[in-house]
Nanobody
């Protein structure tokens, strides 16, 4: 059974930082792109960041570009999201997703595996 387990969420003040981790089990994702999405209350799930199979290509939503960094450790089957200069509007449940493709995508439909999510709350 494939599982993606996010961790690292929590409550932080505006301007602070958090590092999310997503550990995969049940299959290797070393040949697959990975993504991060988020969903705030009353809003649709939105793309945050993605990283290709090798880690050499990354893509970000405009709203987080320059503040967030996605990375991966294929030896650990784990992907990370470093979030700096957090804002109250970053408050959401953050989801890790695994793609069946090697290359990045911002489309949720291109991801076949999803974690349960981790709550990030940024206070003003």
């Amino acid at each position: 059974q494939v599982q993606l387990l996010e961790s690292g969420g929590g409550l932080v003040q505006a301007g602070g930082s958090l590092r999310l981790s997503c550990a995969a089990s049940g299959r290797t994702f070393s040949n697959n792109a990975m993504g991060w999405f988020r969903q705030a209350p009353g809003k649709e799930r939105e793309f945050v960041a993605a990283i290709n199979w090798s880690g050499g290509i990354t893509n970000y939503a405009d709203s987080v570009n320059g503040r967030f960094t996605v990375s991966r450790d294929n030896a650990k089957n784990t992907v990370y999201l470093q979030m700096n200069s957090l804002k109250p509007e970053d408050t959401a449940v953050y989801y890790c997703a695994g793609s069946s493709y090697m290359h990045t995508s911002s489309r949720p439909g291109n991801y076949d595996y999803w974690g349960q999510g981790t709550q990030v709350t940024v206070s003003s």
